[in-house]
């Protein structure tokens, strides 16, 4: 199975802050990528797919960029709203593997 | 609204079965991939099950493998999981998720998912 790192575990930020999460596969994945961001309680949201495009009605301060192994999801200008857990997916190949997850919360 | 609401969760004991729905609404369900997606208390994301528009292809994670079934009723807009031999390790709240069009095990709508708790 390809495994997926999320890095950090945990990031600390502050309201109007830019942020960059990392998300590293164990072998080449193409731009086979989702990112995902799940608050307490509620479903996961697909933010972005295909490594860079950004979901039907995600705002643009979420961006996506990377290709083949490495990939990094940035949040522009931090809301209350983004504090949550933040999740990278790839579906590349069986089994479709979720990084562990990133929690980003208010400094 | 784009819907999908999970129901029949809740506490098995080991070897013991379940079956869980997904309802969805808002939505032609039947133009549709469908899956699960399963987060155990605490812990990250793992696909579980897949299944396609007709239910001719279905394809499962090696955790559930021989163990689940998933299926489709396209007349009652209705996704379902059928547990068996349940182990502890199946604990955990389970979503059902829509495939994004064009890019299968993306997923662009889920549910708020049902708890599996499988304990003696």
């Known amino acids: 199975d390809i495994q997926m790192t999320q890095s950090p575990s945990t990031l600390s930020a502050s309201v109007g802050d830019t942020v960059t999460i990392t998300c590293r596969a164990s072998?080449?994945?193409?731009?086979?990528l989702a990112w995902y961001h799940q608050t307490p309680g509620k479903a996961p949201k697909l933010l972005i797919y295909k490594a860079t495009s950004l979901q039907s009605g995600v705002p643009s301060k979420f961006s996506g960029s990377g290709s083949g192994t490495e990939f990094t999801l940035t949040i522009s200008s931090l809301q209350p709203d983004d504090f949550a857990t933040y999740y990278c997916?790839?579906?590349?190949?069986?089994?479709?593997?979720f990084g562990q997850g990133t929690k980003l919360e208010i400094k | 609204e784009v819907q999908l609401v999970e129901s029949g969760g809740g506490l098995v004991q080991p070897g013991g079965s379940l079956r869980l729905s997904c309802a969805a609404s808002g939505f032609t369900f039947s133009s549709y991939d469908m899956n699960w997606v399963r987060q155990a208390p605490g812990k990250g994301l793992e696909w579980v099950s897949y299944?396609?528009?007709?239910?001719?292809?279905?394809y499962y994670a090696d955790s559930v493998k021989g163990r689940f079934t998933i299926s489709r009723d396209n007349a009652k807009n209705s996704l379902y999981l059928q547990m068996n031999s349940l182990r502890v390790e199946d604990t955990a709240l389970y979503h059902c998720?829509?495939?994004?069009?064009?890019?299968?095990?993306?997923?662009?709508?889920w549910g708020r998912g049902t708890l599996v708790t499988v304990a003696s």
């Open positions: 998720a829509r495939d994004l069009v064009s890019y299968d095990y993306v997923f662009d709508v």
């Open positions: 072998q080449s994945i193409s731009n086979r």
């Open positions: 299944i396609s528009t007709g239910g001719g292809a279905t």
């Open positions: 997916q790839q579906y590349y190949r069986y089994s479709y593997t």
